[in-house]
């Protein structure tokens, strides 16, 4: 009975509630740490020993190389025969990325198995505005090295949010004008734009513009980035994701690595179903947004003022428009 309960993920069966049980049906009485060792058991009758798992990871991934051909797969340990990272990029991702936009999200989220340690996550939103992982590895511990690990072999820029948290907003005083005028610097489509916005920081502190050309603006300035970014300067990617693997993060290595594959099929499946009975030229998403501006232009009206220039009225809104 103590296993079966173990079986969904999302089962959550604790040792207070297997004392209750075990005296309720079978009229014995369980300290806490019998009870706890119960569940131990029970856990590693289903799922593995936690420590003999780290040992399958070569195997595992070996078999998944030969499985998926393109599948990139990579195994690291120390001299000392510990486990360092594992990294997996499946084929499906691989050749997905080429339809996507240049942007990539990446985030850790920290694993609740015995041996505890990492998970690292890339991913972006496919042509239908559906997450894609393109890559995910398991570290020791979310560090300076693992992260230059996992991003050594992804080989794109975080996303602007982690500039902000992680750099700015730790070594600066974070106040509303701060952060609006970060914000405005990094929307600007202009470097004419970008330069009278930077002038602005200046005001408030001359020590942002040093900081922020030492962070590279071309990771994080619209204006100055040698790929179309459009409108996406931020995602709620990685939350989505972390949320998507929190029964799995309680799993053992191997089965972690084999939840995530099967829920990166699974998504892949059920988006490429979307994909064939889709009839419009756009996916779904994007139809209806360009519906909806389509809508929108034709309740405004265009004021000719020279050949080339017009202004576009929107109730007390005015736009100018280059033809």
Request: aromatic residues 12%; contains cysteine; charged residues 25%.
């Amino acid at each position: 009975m103590l296993v079966e309960k173990y079986v969904d993920l999302k089962t959550v069966y604790t040792p207070t509630d297997i004392q209750a049980d075990m005296l309720r049906i079978h009229g014995i009485s369980l300290t806490y740490m019998q009870a706890w060792r119960g569940k131990k058991k029970a856990f590693e009758t289903l799922r593995g020993d936690p420590a003999e798992s780290y040992g399958k990871i070569p195997t595992y991934l070996y078999i998944l190389e030969k499985t998926y051909p393109g599948t990139i797969v990579n195994y690291k340990k120390t001299d000392e025969n510990h486990f360092l990272y594992s990294f997996t990029a499946l084929d499906a991702s691989i050749r997905g990325w080429e339809y996507c936009r240049p942007i990539v999200v990446v985030d850790g989220t920290h694993l609740k198995s015995t041996y505890e340690g990492t998970m690292l996550i890339a991913s972006t939103l496919d042509p239908g505005g559906h997450i894609l992982p393109l890559a995910y590895g398991i570290v020791d511990s979310e560090n300076d090295d693992s992260w230059l690990c996992c991003l050594s072999q992804i080989r794109h820029y975080a996303c602007i949010y982690h500039l902000w948290t992680n750099l700015l907003k730790k070594t600066y005083r974070d106040t509303e004008e701060v952060r609006s005028s970060f914000f405005s610097l990094a929307k600007a489509y202009t470097v004419q734009e970008f330069d009278e916005l930077m002038t602005r920081m200046d005001q408030i502190n001359p020590k942002y513009r040093a900081y922020l050309q030492k962070s590279n603006y071309e990771k994080w300035s619209r204006a100055h980035s040698p790929a179309k970014r459009t409108w996406t300067l931020t995602s709620n990617i990685a939350e989505s994701l972390n949320n998507t693997i929190l029964v799995g993060r309680r799993l053992p290595v191997v089965p972690l690595l084999e939840f995530v594959r099967k829920t990166i099929e699974a998504w892949n499946e059920k988006h490429n179903e979307e994909g064939r009975n889709t009839t419009t030229t756009l996916t779904s998403k994007y139809n209806e947004m360009l519906e909806d501006n389509r809508n929108l232009s034709h309740r405004m009206l265009v004021r000719a003022s020279t050949i080339h220039l017009h202004t576009i009225t929107d109730g007390a809104k005015r736009f100018t428009l280059y033809s």
